[in-house]
């Protein structure tokens, strides 16, 4: 298809679903675009194949959007990003199912026959093609191989509640203070941490990593009777852990958040040099955070001990990594996407005014 007409076709589309809406609604629709696009312009630096992982917020959003009106500005402005993507974009790039969004679709639990679960595939297929973007999936080919995943989730999700709930009634009420300075709270947690139950599916790191931020919260709300040793929390981050596993009418929330976050660790990928990047796509403004920060690139140029017996080869790599652009490759192609992406969002916004 030509520009010409992909243009046309957009602006056909766009107006379409903002005829007659309210002005904060088009507003609305023009920020949710530049968000989800802004993502993948971030993204877009990392070498390799995308693979957009979609939670299941975004894809109940994405399915409801005709019929129940409040989910339709957000599906639509995902909608509208994924042709940025398929027309703007030269990146090879996908719209990625893990089994953990699968499993909150078909609503956390395991269907009893392989049939059901390949029904389901097909109709998060037939849900997804509204972005045109080819559906990959993610540690699993098709529904017999996922069957299994599935039972190791729902395992998991089994021993992860009973797990929480022990932690939460316990007591975190501890003296901070310290023969120089106090404790840090998040030290104390992650030390304390009773030892997490064998798990199938998450991996064990990310779930301790995100429980210390639940455990320093709770350390930091019990521990203020000592006035010489007042609790210093770690910041914004363990606060947003804390906040991805909660209760909601006794079922534990958070597990697909912790699924997205383990999947999606933008800096832990970018150590390993993989041939792709997973890349989270969430509506949670809390899980979208974790993964912004977990998307600062940082190259370790490892310690110098005095007296190692490669001490002189690491000053020299340290040296080296002061006088270079570690990131260049990188910034190279942001300057390449990044002018598509003004012309993207300069033609989104010229039909929003016509609309206001």
Excluded at 88 to 110: C, F, K, N, Q
Excluded at 230 to 243: A, R
Excluded at 264 to 291: A, H, N
Excluded at 334 to 346: A, N, S, T, V, W
Aim: with cysteine; hydrophobic share 40%.
């Amino acid at each position: 298809m030509s520009n010409e007409k992909i243009f046309k076709s957009l602006k056909n589309d766009i107006r379409s679903f903002l005829k007659d809406r309210p002005e904060i609604e088009i507003f609305n629709f023009f920020i949710e675009t530049k968000r989800f696009t802004e993502h993948y312009i971030a993204s877009y630096e990392l070498n390799g194949e995308l693979y957009l992982v979609l939670d299941n917020s975004l894809i109940q959003e994405i399915k409801h959007r005709k019929n129940q009106p409040t989910r339709a500005i957000k599906a639509e402005a995902y909608l509208t990003f994924c042709k940025f993507v398929k027309h703007w974009s030269d990146r090879a790039t996908y719209l990625a199912l893990s089994p953990m969004a699968i499993y909150e679709h078909l609503g956390r639990r395991v269907p009893k026959t392989i049939i059901e679960i390949h029904n389901s595939l097909l109709e998060l297929n037939n849900i997804l093609s509204a972005s045109y973007l080819e559906i990959r999936y993610i540690n699993f080919h098709d529904a017999e191989s996922l069957y299994s995943i599935l039972l190791s989730i729902a395992n998991d999700e089994l021993e992860l509640t009973k797990y929480i709930k022990k932690i939460d009634k316990i007591s975190w009420k501890t003296d901070l203070s310290a023969p120089r300075g106090v404790k840090i709270p998040m030290s104390v947690a992650a030390e304390s941490l009773p030892p997490l139950p064998i798990l199938n599916y998450f991996h064990p790191w990310y779930v301790h990593f995100v429980l210390t931020g639940r455990v320093e919260q709770y350390i930091i709300d019990q521990s203020r009777h000592n006035p010489n040793a007042m609790p210093i929390g770690g910041g914004e981050l363990t606060i947003l852990f804390s906040k991805l596993n909660t209760f909601r009418k006794n079922i534990l929330q958070g597990l697909g958040d912790i699924d997205i976050f383990q999947i999606c660790d933008v800096s832990r990928q970018y150590r390993e040099k993989p041939e792709r990047f997973f890349i989270g796509q969430s509506l949670d403004k809390d899980l979208i955070k974790v993964l912004s920060y977990r998307h600062s690139l940082c190259v370790s140029s490892g310690m110098v001990i005095g007296g190692s017996p490669d001490q002189d080869e690491k000053i020299s790599d340290l040296v080296k990594f002061m006088f270079s652009n570690p990131f260049e490759e990188n910034e190279v192609r942001g300057r390449h996407i990044r002018p598509k992406y003004i012309d993207f969002m300069e033609l989104i916004a010229d039909i929003c005014k016509e609309k206001t």
